[in-house]
Each structure stands twice: as structure tokens, then as C-alpha cells.
């Protein structure tokens, strides 16, 4: 696999190059994948923070062939860099929606397709991780970028109230039903078996849940003390993280009347059958 250095464009297939952005971290992995699509024309996935080095590295890589700026979702190691992108290159920026300071150009959605001499690249809504979120499937390579909705290396987190676990295991269920060759995520690196790690991520939600009730039906009655209970094999560190999860795992018991609570910080219990 091609090394992830930051500032260095990579082949990762025949019709596309990544950067990697210099914002490793808990959350980011070894960092944001920017990912430009084409040869000839170029669609920019992700352009990631706003980093004057990565930007400048993005548009040395792909120049006045830039003609798309699409993000996944509006979380700040995906799209703030867009603006500034657009700047360098002229680009037309796209995403699903304007928000946490996301300007787009225009809005798109579920089978909005970008046409290329080249390549056709199709938005799949997968909401979940954020109700924004967004992938792109390559027809021609069957490659979907995923953004955060699939990463390597790492589960995702779910975090309510844009966060949203029934959605997520939905899309999941989705994208299992879509022919893809491979998955390019937002973090790490490209993932060759896209239906082993599909199934991998919708087992690991099943096994958390079903831990997660169990719980609370033990007497776990808030969420951190289920996050104790059930997360022995996460690093201590990683706890005020999945909470979060946790949280949009109850949501969901909830919903389906198994379980009764209300908030973060709240008391929780099962439902009485």
C-alpha cells in the first residue's frame, strides 16, 4: 500500500491521487485523506482542515484541472479547507448542506452524479455518523469514498443529537447491498474487502448493543456506567469518546421500547415487558 505522509501525492487506484493532511490525532487516525479524482478534470474529495500547506499541496497536485470541491460531511477535519481550495483553484465546492460555517456553492443529495471526461462519481446519502453524510461511489472503479461512515484501522463514533445509530446500521445495510471493489476512507488506508469490513463493523454494533442492554438490565442505570461495564477492552482515554456511542445505542433501545431514559447524563433502565 502507498505510504500515508502527509503533504505527498499518492496513486491509490488509476483515476486517483491522495494527500494526506498533517492532523493526526485520537479522532483523525494518521490524519484526513483529500482525495482528487480524474486526470484530465479533477474532483477534490474531503480537502480536510484549513492548512495552507495541505491546500497548497492539493492544488499543486491537481492545478487548474480542479473543477469540484465535494465533502462528505461538515465536520472540521473534512471541510473547512474548502474554501481556501477554492481560492487557489476556482473550484466548484458541494456538499449535502450549508452549516457549521460550510459554505457550499450548491447543495447536493442522494444520486447527484459529478460527469467527467473520465470518470462519473455518484453521492450516496449515508446519514449516521452525521445526518450530512455524504459518499461518492467511482462507477468506474466500483470505489466508494466513505468519509467517516467506514474508516480503516478503527470503528466510527456516533455521536446524538446529528448522530444517529439506527441510521448508521441502515446505511451500513445499504452500501453491503451496492457492488464496490474497494472502500477509500476518510482515515487510513484503502480498504480491499469492503464486504468483510461492512460485516465486521455490523457485528461489532450487534455484539455493543446487546452488551449495552444487558447492562442496563444488570442495573447500569447511566451511561457511564455502562461505558465501564462494557467497554474493558477500550483504553480508559477513549471513555468520554464512547459515551457517545453508548448514548446512540440506548437511543435506539429506546425507540424500539426496550429500554427507557432521556439524556447523556441521565438515569436509564429497561423496559418492562
Keep these: 500500500m502507498a505510504e500515508l505522509i502527509p503533504g505527498v501525492a ?18 483523525t487516525g494518521p490524519g484526513t485523506n483529500t482525495y482528487l479524482v480524474g486526470i484530465d478534470e479533477i474532483a477534490v474529495i474531503d480537502p480536510g482542515p484549513d492548512d ?12 487548474d484541472r480542479i473543477r469540484w470541491i465535494l465533502v462528505t460531511h461538515t465536520h472540521a477535519d473534512h471541510s473547512p479547507g474548502a474554501a481556501g481550495l477554492k481560492e487557489r483553484t476556482g473550484a466548484t465546492v458541494m456538499g449535502f448542506d450549508e452549516r457549521d460555517e460550510f459554505k457550499p456553492d450548491g447543495t447536493i443529495d442522494e444520486g447527484f452524479c ?36 467506514i474508516m480503516e484501522g478503527s470503528t466510527v463514533v456516533i455521536s446524538p443529537p446529528d448522530g444517529d445509530m439506527a441510521a448508521y446500521l441502515d446505511a451500513l445495510r445499504r452500501l453491503k447491498k451496492m457492488r464496490i471493489r474497494a472502500i477509500a476512507p476518510g482515515h487510513g488506508q484503502l480498504i480491499d474487502d469492503p464486504l468483510g469490513k461492512i460485516d465486521e463493523y455490523l457485528t461489532h454494533r450487534d455484539e455493543r448493543e446487546a452488551a449495552i442492554l444487558h447492562a442496563v438490565e444488570d442495573g447500569a442505570g447511566t451511561v457511564d456506567s455502562v461505558v465501564e461495564r462494557v467497554y474493558v477492552d477500550v483504553p480508559e482515554a477513549l471513555h468520554p469518546i464512547a459515551r457517545h456511542s453508548v448514548y446512540a445505542h440506548l437511543l ?17 433502565r429497561p423496559a418492562v415487558r
Design 10 to 27: 499518492r496513486a491509490v487506484s488509476p483515476l486517483v491521487r491522495r494527500v494526506l493532511a498533517p492532523n493526526p490525532g485520537v479522532m
Design 252 to 268: 435506539k433501545l429506546k425507540s424500539e421500547a426496550r429500554v427507557h431514559g432521556e439524556d447523556l447524563d441521565g438515569e436509564w
Design 52 to 63: 495552507a500547506a495541505h491546500l497548497d499541496a492539493v492544488a499543486a497536485c491537481g492545478g
Design 114 to 149: 459529478v460527469e467527467a471526461t473520465e470518470f462519473r462519481l455518484r453521492a450516496v446519502h449515508t446519514p449516521g455518523h452525521a445526518s450530512n453524510h455524504l459518499c461518492y461511489l467511482l462507477e468506474q472503479e466500483r470505489l466508494l469514498f466513505s468519509g467517516d461512515h
